[in-house]
DNA sequence: GATAAAGCTGATCTACTTAGTCGGGAATCT
DNA sequence: AGATTCCCGACTAAGTAGATCAGCTTTATC
């Protein structure tokens, strides 16, 4: 799963506006782009999508800026992601469900419905207010609590085990 | 998240590759995009990166084609996907852990950590023998029998509940 | 040995998406 | 009035996705 550029700008603006003291005091694009480091004409368009969502309302003028629409309590990060981004989940532009692979490839239907739900589990889970407090919800942090979720993986094509290549052995 | 093309054909002819009686036998490129609708000059470079990853061999020739490397009890979902989409999670182009949003935005680092701990927790768990014989590793199967699983979310633009459009009211 | 069947490689192509930028307009406060 | 801020649509440059193609090498069969 890539995260959009966009996303990650989009959640980092929500949080910004959720932890603005005091609460639900008018924020300025420009001073979200400059305290995130956003580019500020794109974070722009941003707010406006999440505007037209009605996640937030805005005011112009002097005392213009970004607020939240609703409690942060109330939004989670699959909201945003929905408005930026689309559907959570989605197997070459189509819905797992409606998604049929022929032949003994049906099952993978099911592993995609999977996916999507194991990306639900965290992402419909986790609010905006969750974030400002810096406290995730319990089922999501014992996620967090195996060590090994904070690993990255080997790169599956960098230094094969087993066999290294020798001199003259070509693997063409 | 969005499962390309390029994966789904991959993990549905490894799903051929293994599921090819007798077992072992080597199964043409042609075979195989013809059993699942691939276009097969594509298929058939994604077999030769999979061939490249060691994840399947080939011979060429009159009895050539493809076969499995390894045990498909030995190669999972998060395996191919790894070879052919690169790492399951990264944050516009950084691995989660290497993303150090600022300020108030930090948590969203573990937030991501979590979604790719999510993603592993299923794509390093199915392995292409689940995927023949049908049947899920338990854990996995458990999400699927929430029946939320397998339906959709709503668009979050279309039709906002409350307020519909009236003919005087702009919303802008 | 000729031939046909298969895979191998690298180049190419088109359409779409991503990540931005820009200009001018409209609302709002001082 | 003037400064400030959001609003909107157009534009662009780069990259990726999803293929397609030509020409080559390897291998088995006649």
């Given at each position: 799963m890539r995260v959009s550029a966009s996303l990650d700008y989009a959640l980092r603006a929500m949080v910004e506006l959720a932890a603005?003291?005091?609460?639900?005091r008018p924020v300025k694009a420009d001073e979200i782009a400059a305290s995130q480091g956003i580019p500020s004409r794109f974070l722009a368009q941003l707010l406006a999508e999440l505007r037209r969502a009605e996640l937030v309302r805005s005011g112009r003028g002097y005392a213009g800026g970004y607020w939240l629409a609703v409690s942060p309590a109330d939004i989670t990060v699959a909201d945003i992601a929905r408005v930026i981004d689309?559907?959570?989940?989605?197997v070459h532009g189509l819905s797992p469900e409606l998604f049929g692979p022929p032949g003994v490839a049906a099952p993978t239907r099911e592993l995609w419905i999977a996916v999507r739900a194991a990306l639900r589990s965290v992402m419909e889970k986790v609010t905006i207010a969750d974030l400002v407090a810096g406290t995730l919800p319990s089922a999501v942090a014992a996620l967090l609590n195996?060590?090994?979720?904070?690993i990255r993986r080997p790169d599956?094509?960098?230094?094969?085990?087993?066999q290294q290549d020798q001199p003259g052995s070509n693997r063409r």
């Open positions: 603005a003291e005091p609460a639900g689309g559907p959570l989940a989605d195996d060590p090994d979720a904070w599956p094509l960098a230094a094969q085990p087993g």
